[in-house]
């Protein structure tokens, strides 16, 4: 296991020597990979929920963006982790203000001016008085005031401190907020720190000034970085680097400032002119920004956030409540993954761990692994059209899913559990034989270990030579033929189904089905036929993907007709016809293939159906009418249907259908 060294001491470390003859090991947090740990992918729980969306007529790739928002059962989705962005971002915006700075000047600015009028109150003098008559004309604002009094001559010590103080603070803010940790590394600074700051900015103006006049400032940057570079601890790598860094924090401090009333703005803009106590360095930061956003336009330059809480933020502090806005703000459009082109990978995970902790991050990271495993798997491939469908793996994975459950809702029914009984080759006769290619009979395993043994005696393997099997020691259990089936599924995709709720049931029913007779009855020929106002035969990604659309009619006639074509191809086999309708038809197919429909139903319509139904029980097929709904005029022409033809009538509620068709099919197999 690679252990990141850094982290050694993040965990349990036993006491006495370390290394492998000892036996004892550090233990760390794990890095460089996939954490070996972490439980499997759960695809059936995925591959359930993008059938069910799929089904209900969802496009896959909408269905996997779904998957995506929602999540799994113990994991968070992107609609989770976005409101927790949401939430985060109201509760910092709800709980600050970032007038801080000018809160923090103004009672500087008062204790200033009250100490300096205690000690001219107690001197009798007309210069005492002038002074007096000089502070009561201040300006009102702020800003005035602090730029009026840049050059008077205090008498009270602790007012002059104080008046140092505003300088010192409009300073180091104005840095922090383009420079990081620029507060604390200037507090109580000297004048030649002040002095090194300036001849920072100026280099620093010159640099990108040329850079944008398209000149080679590689060698610049480096000189620049060798005598400034402890004001930049993140270290950039060339002048392109350094733009970003510095453009980003330009522009939040531009936002902040947007978010400020004009009034706050008007003054914090005129108490930069007091930084230091020296007009250049606002000059020089004012350069840097319109050269920044020159160089970087796209930056967000506008915008502004409202805060209205009561924890006062400096300016520096603000700026990064600014960044840190935009920050969320761009992680909430990488989660919604509503963008062309989206993908898991688009994901900060670093700034999302920053944001949300640590499980945040692991959550995004196992949906995108989960998204790329599914891609992997092969789930979805392309359609001629170009679309894209549910690919054979993904049909297979969910008609097990589905036949799981019908298993399950007989096994409740009839007090049985699911087993692993396969009747595809038919009864064991108690005879063996030797296996041979093609063979899907279970082996009969002391015949074959017998074999091998037998062999080996023989001199084919001498000494203690470990038994190995071949090919021809195999034996196989030989089973009675069973007689295969021809089956006809016919399920209606008229409008009512959709409409009441019962076109997912109806899919998943003929999923179960389908896996069951592909799985454990491989010989039987199973035809899906949809109807609705035309029937038509459709192999099992159509009808998983089939939408349903605004149609009136149930052709049962036409259905009938695809059945008993399919039975006639098939005419070796024992024929199975089960019907899944909601409502009595209401269309029939006319000899030129026109589409007659009609409501109440028509004679022309009735006598078609049930002449088909006669001639489906004429090839002494099994038919099974499944009846959704309560519909009196419906039961009343299924009754007709089951008298002409001897067939049966089931009338399941939509949790029970794929249980009792598949149960019906399984003993029509038997009678």
Known sequence: M???????????????????????????RFYDGPDPLAPPFDLREAMDQLGRDVMEGTSPRSAMRELMRR?????????????????????LQRENRIDGTLQEIRELLN??????????????????????????????????????????????????????QIQDLMGREALDQRFQGMKEAMENATQSDVDGVREMLSDLNDLLDAHGRGEDTQQQFSEFMDKHGQYF??????????????????????????????????ELEGLMQSAFGDPRLAEQLSRLDSQLQAMRPGEDWDGQGRFRGDNPMGMGEATRAMEQLAQLDSLSEQLSQSYPGAR?????????????????????????????????????????????????????????????????SLSTRRGERET??????????????????????????????????MRHASGDKKGSTPIGLDVTDVEIVE????????????????????????????????????????????????QIVTFGRHAKTVDLGELTGLEGAWEQGTNLHHALLLAGRHLRKNSDAAPVVLVVTDGEPTAHLEPDGHAVFDYPPSPETLRATLNEVDAIARLKAALTVFMLGEDPRLEEFVDMVARRSGGRVVAPDLDGLGAAVVSDYLSSRRR
């Open 111 to 164: 204790q200033a001016l009250e100490a300096e009028r205690n000690s001219l109150q107690a001197e009798d003098s007309d210069d005492a008085r002038f002074r007096e008559m000089s502070l009561d004309a201040l300006p009102d604002s702020t800003a005035g005031a602090v730029n009026e009094l840049a050059n008077y001559d205090w008498r009270n010590a602790d007012a002059r401190q104080a008046y140092q």
């Open 420 to 453: 692993q009984r396969s009747g595809a080759a038919g009864e064991a006769s108690g005879a063996t034989r030797p296996w041979s290619f093609g063979d899907t009979e279970r082996w009969d395993v002391s015949r074959t270990l017998l074999n091998a043994e």
């Open 479 to 526: 089973t009675e033929q069973r007689t295969r089936a021809a089956v006809a599924l016919c399920v209606d995709t008229s409008w009512s189904m959709v409409a009441d709720g019962r076109w997912v049931p109806m899919k998943r029913t003929a999923l179960a089905l389908h896996h069951l007779v592909s799985t454990r009855f491989r010989g039987d020929a199973l």
């Open 233 to 266: 601890p993140e270290d950039p790598s060339n002048v392109e680097e350094l733009v970003d860094l510095l453009a980003q924090r330009s522009a939040a401090a531009q936002r902040m400032m947007n978010s400020l009333s004009a009034e706050q703005r008007a």
């Open 2 to 28: 690679a252990v990141d060294p850094s982290d050694a001491d993040d965990g349990p470390r036993p006491s006495g020597p370390v290394g492998p003859r000892s036996g004892r090991y550090t233990y760390g």
């Open 344 to 408: 898991m990978e688009d994901i900060d995970f670093e700034a999302l761990e920053a944001s949300l902790g640590r499980q945040a991050r692991v959550d995004a990271q196992r949906l995108a692994e989960l998204e790329r495993e599914l891609e992997n798997q092969g789930v979805f491939e392309r359609a001629p059209d170009g679309s894209l469908m549910l690919s054979p793996k993904a049909l297979r994975q969910l008609g097990r899913s589905a036949l799981r459950d019908v298993v399950g």
């Open 71 to 91: 999540g799994l059962r113990d994991q968070q989705g992107l609609d989770d982790l976005q409101r927790r962005l949401h939430e985060q971002r109201r509760r």
